[in-house]
């Protein structure tokens, strides 16, 4: 692997190549946040993608017929049969809406509703797959709070050292909670020990329509505290909207009223989380940074070497989110509380209103008060999530410092140069804070912007997408909506809650999309193969090979003495957002 910067390349026919690219690919902004118009082979995933794929499809729809044949549920809409030689010609032309239609079927409701009629309904949708661990444990506090610190959202909440004038908390609510009794609520705030999960953007939505009944979306306050000897974070007291004068506040001495309430928490967390931290700010944050990439830097240009892996397949699977899964009456649509055409507007201005460099890693922790181990000892996400990022930055950082001898070469980067403009740029990728808001300034600049697509591409990705599967399947442990008002006193039942709870159709649906996308794991984080052909920086991929593994033994060592986190292990990250 030659290393020519651009300034450095005597090569005639670099521009022509470049501008041949531009001509192939082009930005759409019909959502306002843009995606690529047109993917092309280069885009799309190795030849062992294709199989996982279907093979994650085939459980799903095994596992549906088993429900409706064990059930004796009748939907709305049967399972599709397709002989075996229409079968074959869709997989072999690769139809992917009509294998969606097929093995990911759009059942509808349930004959007479759907209700439950009791929790143990909701265990009837693992027949031929195993439950989850949450089907056990989604009912106690210290499985709330897990949800938070090692779920697919856990880069949310945030400490707090004063009491919010529309959250009246106080020491007699906090103490209400048996493992801060004999503590004090401003003792705990000064140390840095409470901490609120705030959903005060979800106002933006507006609840949508099932079609038996009314969904409910909210906009909860949480608040959570970690014991002053140590120990676990536990929530203490939670608002079901932003309003104290509409909202009573719950604690966990208020029974169903607490569960009820800690359901309204997850359908605002985990709704933020399908529309906004999975969807925006993974999957259409990278798309753009491709589209940039393919357009301004040469093939033969370093950078396009370095982040091009983390790309492979990020704009076809986008292409097939887009239009098989959040469109009207589709899933997103089916699961989330809210209505779809606010999910888009909300979309849109969560993604363009994202900060690329608040968000790196070190400094969104430090920015929400979460980074200390001290303040807040047990915090899966972060602990493994900040291993990976030096990690993958080291990597960054050798590699760089191969191609770029000083600042001075990096501005002199003219290609460089425009695709950092282009991806900042309002007819462009409309990411904010990227680089330099203009440019790249210094070598600093460019390692941390490439730690940051290639994390985000990767790790954080892996963070939010496969915890679907083992936290998401099970619907009473992540609720996209509720299907009654929030609790209105202390005195709600056993059916009530029930009454909150989506119809069993919802259920059906949920853990057939979230089974599916949690599992399908294409690539391996780390492993370049044969892409590069520089001695010092094959060295330097095999270092961070090396950290990587030795990350993994470190986060399998903590997995003995936690709730196994196993979602970060670099193994079983994949190189791109590809599912």
Not at 106 to 126: C, H, Q, S, W
């Amino acid at each position: 692997m030659a290393i020519i910067l651009p300034q450095n390349d005597t090569n005639t026919k670099r521009a022509a190549e470049l501008e041949t690219m531009r001509k192939d690919y082009a930005y759409n902004f019909e959502n306002e946040f843009p995606v690529g118009v047109k993917y092309y082979a280069r885009d799309m995933d190795g030849i062992a993608w294709y199989p996982k794929v279907l093979a994650g499809l085939a459980t799903a729809r095994s596992n549906v017929q088993e429900i409706l044949e064990k059930t004796g549920w009748k939907t709305k809409n049967p399972v599709p049969t397709l002989s075996p030689a229409a079968l074959a010609g869709y997989i072999e032309k690769k139809s992917f809406p009509d294998l969606f239609d097929y093995f990911l079927t759009e059942l509808g409701p349930i004959d007479g509703g759907g209700r439950p009629t009791a929790l143990e309904d909701y265990v009837k949708v693992f027949q031929k797959v195993k439950a989850t661990y949450c089907t056990e444990r989604f009912m106690d506090d210290d499985y709330f709070a897990h949800s938070f610190l090692a779920g697919p959202h856990a880069n949310l909440f945030g400490m707090i050292k004063a009491i919010p004038a529309n959250f009246p908390i106080s020491n007699e609510i906090f103490k209400k909670t048996a493992a801060f009794a004999s503590d004090d609520l401003a003792r705990a705030m000064n140390a840095g020990r409470v901490f609120i999960a705030d959903y005060k953007e979800m106002i933006d939505l507006q609840s949508g329509v099932h079609p038996v009944q009314k969904k409910y979306i909210y906009q909860p306050i949480v608040a959570f505290a970690v014991p002053e000897n140590g120990g676990k974070m536990l929530p203490f007291a939670i608002q079901c909207g932003q309003t104290p004068v509409d909202f009573p506040m719950f604690t966990p001495a208020d029974d169903w009223a607490w569960q009820m309430a800690k359901g309204t928490a997850w359908v605002a967390h985990y709704t933020y989380h399908e529309v906004i931290t999975h969807l925006g700010l993974t999957h259409l944050l990278i798309e753009p940074i491709v589209v940039a990439t393919r357009r301004q830097l040469h093939t033969s240009h370093p950078i396009y070497k370095l982040i091009t892996p983390h790309f492979e397949g990020t704009m076809l699977i986008n292409s097939l989110a887009m239009s098989s899964l959040v469109q009207d009456g589709q899933a997103v649509d089916r699961l989330v509380g809210s209505a779809n055409k606010s999910n888009f507007a909300f979309l849109a201005k969560q993604r363009l209103n994202y900060s690329f460099s608040e968000n790196y890693l070190p400094n969104r922790l430090k920015l929400k008060g979460v980074h200390d181990i001290k303040t807040l000892p047990q915090y899966h996400y972060r602990d493994d999530a900040i291993q990976i990022w030096n990690a993958t930055r080291a990597w960054v950082s050798r590699y760089i410092d191969r191609c770029y001898r000083s600042d001075a070469d990096v501005k002199a980067d003219f290609e460089l140069q425009v695709w950092a403009v282009e991806i900042n740029a309002k007819n462009g990728g409309r990411i904010r804070d990227f680089a330099a808001n203009g440019g790249v300034d210094s070598k600093d600049q460019l390692i941390d912007t490439c730690t940051m697509i290639i994390f985000t591409a990767g790790p954080q990705h892996a963070a939010v997408n496969f915890p679907q599967l083992t936290d998401m399947s099970f619907l009473p442990g992540g609720p996209l909506a509720g299907y009654r008002p929030a609790p209105e006193s202390t005195k709600m039942t056993k059916q009530d809650y029930l009454d909150f709870l989506p119809p069993m159709d919802i259920a059906l649906k949920q853990w057939q999309t979230m089974h599916f996308l949690g599992s399908v794991r294409h690539t391996t984080f780390g492993d370049y193969g044969d892409a590069f052909s520089d001695e010092v920086i094959k060295a330097a991929a095999g270092a961070f090979r090396t950290d990587l593994k030795r990350i993994e033994e470190e986060i399998k060592n903590k997995n003995l003495k936690r709730l196994a986190y196993e979602h970060l292990l670099p193994s079983l990250i994949p190189q791109s957002t590809n599912i």
